[in-house]
C-alpha cells in the first residue's frame, strides 16, 4: 500500500513537472499569433515607409496608394487591439495572412517601379 501510494505521488509530481517545464519551453498558440500578427504588421509598416519614398520620388507628389495601404494597416492594428482578446486563432492566422498578401503585393508593385526606373520591362 505504501509502495502504491509513493508510486502515485512520483507520477502525479512527474506529470507536474512534465506541465511545467512544457508551459515555460514554449508560449500559447494565441500569444504567439498574436505575436505574429503584430511582426507582421511592423514588417509591413516598415516596408510602407520605405515605398511611400521610392513612389514619391518616381511619381512626384500625384496620389500615393501607399497612403490606402497605410490606413489599412491603421485598421487592422485598431481591429487587433480591440478583438484580439477574443479573436479565433483562424481569425488572428486570417489577418496575418491578409498583411502577409498585402506585403507581397507591396514587393512586386516596388520590383515594377525598380524595373521602369532602370528602363526594364
Same mark, same amino acid.
Given at each position: ?8 505521488l ?9 506541465l511545467?517545464w ?7 498558440p ?5 505575436r505574429e500578427?503584430?511582426? *507582421? @504588421?511592423d #514588417?509591413?509598416e516598415?516596408? +510602407? /515607409?520605405v515605398? =511611400? $519614398?521610392?513612389?514619391? %520620388?518616381?511619381? !512626384? ?7 490606402g495601404a ?13 478583438? *484580439? @482578446?477574443? #479573436?479565433?486563432?483562424?481569425? +488572428? /492566422?486570417?489577418? =496575418? $495572412?491578409?498583411?502577409d %498578401?498585402?506585403? !507581397? ?7 515594377r ?9
Amino acid at each position: 500500500m505504501k509502495t502504491t501510494l509513493l508510486l502515485l505521488l512520483l507520477a502525479l509530481i512527474a506529470s507536474l513537472a512534465w506541465l511545467a517545464w512544457r508551459r515555460l519551453r514554449g508560449e500559447h498558440p494565441r500569444a504567439r499569433a498574436i505575436r505574429e500578427v503584430l511582426d *507582421a @504588421a511592423d #514588417a509591413l509598416e516598415a516596408r +510602407l /515607409r520605405v515605398a =511611400r $519614398g521610392e513612389i514619391e %520620388a518616381v511619381a !512626384g507628389d500625384h496620389q500615393n496608394p501607399v497612403q490606402g495601404a497605410m490606413r489599412d494597416l491603421l485598421r487592422q492594428r485598431l481591429w487587433l487591439r480591440d478583438h *484580439a @482578446a477574443d #479573436a479565433s486563432l483562424d481569425q +488572428l /492566422r486570417s489577418v =496575418r $495572412g491578409s498583411l502577409d %498578401a498585402a506585403r !507581397g503585393s507591396l514587393e512586386q508593385q516596388l520590383s515594377r517601379i525598380d524595373r521602369a526606373r532602370a528602363g526594364k520591362p
